[in-house]
C-alpha cells in the first residue's frame, strides 16, 4: 500500500477573497496555506492609497493530501474551485513554492517601490494632465517630482509632475520580482 505524501495545489478562490479562502483553509482544516501579497501605492482620483493585494489575484496555494481532504477543501468559504485541467488537479512543484517563499520571507506583504523609474510607461492619475500617458525621464527634486516626456496637442513636451500622481502603465510580476524573472529560475533541475 503506497502513503499519499502532502503536495501544494492551487486552489481559486472568489475575486476578492483570496485573504477570507487563506483564513478559513488554515483555520477550519488546519492546512497550510501560501497566499503571497504585495505591498503598495496607487494613484486614483482621490490621491495616493496605500493597498495590499495578492501576488496572484483569485488565488491561493495550500498545502495537503488531496485524496483526503479534496471535498473539504472545495466547500471552504472563499473557494471556488480547485484548478484542474480536465479531470486532473496537478500538483505545484514544491521547487516553485519555496522559490516564491523566499521572496516572501514573513507573513507581512511584500513591499513593492512604485515603478517610476526612467523609461517607464506612465499614466497621470491627478492633476490639470489627468488621463494623460507619457514615459519618465528621470527624477528631480529628491525624487519627489519626475520629469516626463507627454505627447501633448500634438507634439511631445518635458513635463514636470508629482511622483504620487503617477501610474505606472504595463506592470507585469517579472518587473516585481526581478528573481522570477530569470531564465530557469524556477526548474528543480536548477534548484541548488
Known amino acids: 500500500m ?3 505524501k502532502p503536495a501544494w ?16 483553509v488554515g483555520k477550519r482544516l488546519g492546512l497550510e496555506v501560501f497566499h503571497p501579497r504585495l505591498r503598495l501605492e496607487r494613484a486614483t482620483r ?10 496572484f ?8 493530501i488531496l485524496e483526503n481532504g479534496l471535498d473539504e477543501l472545495r466547500h471552504v468559504t472563499g473557494i471556488s474551485s480547485l484548478v484542474h485541467f480536465g479531470h486532473k488537479i496537478p500538483s505545484v512543484p514544491d521547487a516553485a513554492i ?18 517610476v523609474i526612467p523609461g517607464a510607461e506612465v499614466q497621470i492619475a491627478d492633476g490639470v494632465f489627468m488621463g494623460f500617458s507619457g514615459m519618465v525621464v528621470r527624477a528631480v527634486s529628491a525624487g ?6 507627454l505627447d501633448f496637442l500634438g507634439r511631445i513636451s518635458l513635463a514636470e509632475v508629482d511622483r504620487k500622481s503617477l501610474r505606472v502603465e504595463n506592470r507585469r510580476v517579472a ?6 524573472a530569470t531564465p530557469g529560475s524556477l526548474d528543480p533541475a536548477s534548484a541548488g
Do not use: W
Open 98 to 115: 519555496l522559490e516564491l517563499k523566499q521572496c516572501f520571507e514573513s507573513e507581512e506583504p511584500m513591499v513593492v517601490e512604485d515603478g
Open 2 to 4: 503506497q502513503l499519499c
Open 144 to 149: 519627489q517630482r519626475v520629469q516626463i516626456l
Open 9 to 24: 495545489y492551487c486552489a481559486r478562490t472568489k475575486p476578492k477573497h483570496e485573504h477570507i479562502a487563506a483564513a478559513n
Open 57 to 64: 489575484p483569485c488565488y491561493i496555494f495550500v498545502r495537503c
Open 46 to 55: 482621490r490621491g495616493v492609497v496605500r493597498v495590499v493585494e495578492p501576488l
Open 175 to 180: 518587473d516585481l520580482l526581478p528573481l522570477l
